[in-house]
């Protein structure tokens, strides 16, 4: 009776959530607080944002649809202890926050690299959020989020791209005004090939401006190259 009654069943069934992906790879952490660590990407489709300097412009659409469960076996899979969920801008697509905890309750350490343009607030306390703000040389600033809607944590890293000295002053000012260096880790990267490494050192050294500077590893090492 009971299988008769299960085959006759007229309750839907439940579809698995999923994410449009745009690419899964293993390669080196090149940001960041895991900078350097082997880490497993997972890039998301998608991003309302268009960043002049932006690097990922084929993540902006396409991409193939994988449930949560598929994802989160490929990153056990690659052996790596470090995740990072990436874009585009992974946080517009809704399903992200599922795959986070998921992702954190298999074990594994997460980041999340997001901008400032979209509220990370609900975003699972367990996942290091690296939150992009747009300088204004990025053509995005408008859209930044005031940070105190974020609700900060001091496991989050706020990374600025430094574009041209314009740059440099605006994000200045915004890290004293609001003291951002006692509230999390704050990172500074030279835009890749736009503003010399050792330029943006020497403005933070002779300011003594208590952020940290950062390159990108992974454009070091390898460039421009995709999946990397």
Same mark, same amino acid.
């Given at each position: ?11 839907? %069934? ?9 690419? $899964? ?13 082997? $880490? ?15 690097? $990922? ?11 949560? +469960? ?34 954190? /309750? ?11 343009? %979209? /509220? ?12 992009? %703000? ?7 600033? =408008? ?29 200045? +000012? ?7 260096? $006692? ?9 890749? @090939?736009?503003?010399?490494?050792? =330029?943006?050192? /020497?403005? %933070? ?11 990108? @590893? ?11």
């Amino acid at each position: 009776m009971q299988g008769q009654a299960a085959a006759t069943s007229s309750a839907p %069934i439940a579809v698995a959530a999923r994410l449009k992906v745009t690419e $899964t790879f293993y390669s080196l952490q090149g940001e960041a607080d895991a900078v350097g660590w082997p $880490t497993f990407f997972i890039r998301l489709t998608g991003c309302p944002l268009r960043c002049q300097y932006c690097d $990922t412009a084929y993540a902006f659409e396409g991409g193939e649809w994988r449930s949560l +469960e598929v994802i989160v076996e490929e990153a056990l899979a690659s052996g790596a202890r470090h995740v990072c969920v990436t874009g585009g801008e992974p946080l517009a697509q809704k399903g992200c926050l599922a795959l986070l905890v998921r992702l954190c /309750d298999a074990g594994l350490q997460v980041s999340l690299e997001t901008s400032g343009a %979209i /509220d990370a607030s609900a975003v699972d306390p367990r996942v290091v959020r690296v939150i992009d %703000i747009k300088t204004p040389g990025s053509g995005e600033s =408008q859209r930044n989020l005031d940070l105190d809607t974020q609700g900060l944590r001091s496991s989050d890293l706020l990374k600025f791209v430094i574009c041209d000295r314009g740059d440099y002053e605006w994000s200045r +000012e915004l890290v004293r005004s609001q003291r951002l260096d $006692t509230r999390c880790q704050v990172l500074l990267s030279p835009s890749y @090939l736009q503003l010399p490494a050792a =330029q943006l050192a /020497d403005w %933070i050294l002779a300011d003594r401006l208590p952020v940290r500077f950062q390159v990108q @590893l992974h454009k070091v090492l390898w460039g421009d190259a995709p999946g990397r």
